[in-house]
């Protein structure tokens, strides 16, 4: 059975990211951030279990990269990344990498797993309480154009 988005297409399909992806990631990643990532950062976590995508019939359309890191015991999962490409939004991709990316540190057996957002991006907080993250606490300034970073927690 063929799963689609809200705008009738067919749901992308969600898998590990290959160099052969990376481009299209970078583009991505260009398209959503005022500080995008460098194309180098994403082919360090090429062999990351959490670095997935999202592929439809026109390419790459979304990704997330998490890893895990160590914690006094058991790992702490972090979702570094995340974005979807701009005219793809609100079919519900984000939330479709985000599940999969936590599925993925759950079996890393994480006890919980951490993300930086942007105070103002009010989409990407309402997707991360949906998911049960919390706000834990506020880093003043975080990114470079002055605005405050939420980190955001949710146990396994």
């Given at each position: 059975?063929?799963?689609t988005s809200p705008r009738g297409r067919p749901a992308p399909e969600i898998r590990p990211a290959v160099r052969a992806d990376l481009l299209e990631v970078f583009r991505i990643e260009q398209a959503s951030f005022p500080q995008p990532w460098p194309f180098s950062a994403f082919e360090g976590f090429l062999d990351a279990p959490g670095f997935?995508?999202?592929?439809?019939?026109?390419?790459?359309?979304?990704?997330?990269?998490?890893?895990?890191?160590?914690?006094?015991?058991?790992?702490?999962?972090?979702?570094?990344?995340?974005?979807v490409r701009p005219d793809r939004r609100g079919e519900g991709i984000g939330a479709s990498l985000l599940e999969r990316a936590l599925a993925v540190l759950a079996r890393e057996d994480t006890a919980r797993v951490k993300l930086e957002v942007r105070a103002g991006n009010d989409a990407a907080i309402r997707l991360y309480r949906?998911?049960?993250?919390?706000?834990?606490?506020?880093?003043?300034?975080y990114y470079d154009d002055g605005e405050d970073a939420l980190v955001m927690l949710r146990g396994f």
């Open positions: 059975m063929t799963t997935l995508v999202a592929v439809a019939e026109e390419g790459v359309v979304g990704y997330v990269v998490a890893d895990t890191v160590p914690n006094h015991g058991r790992p702490l999962g972090h979702v570094k990344d995340i974005a949906g998911f049960g993250f919390t706000h834990h606490h506020t880093v003043p300034r």
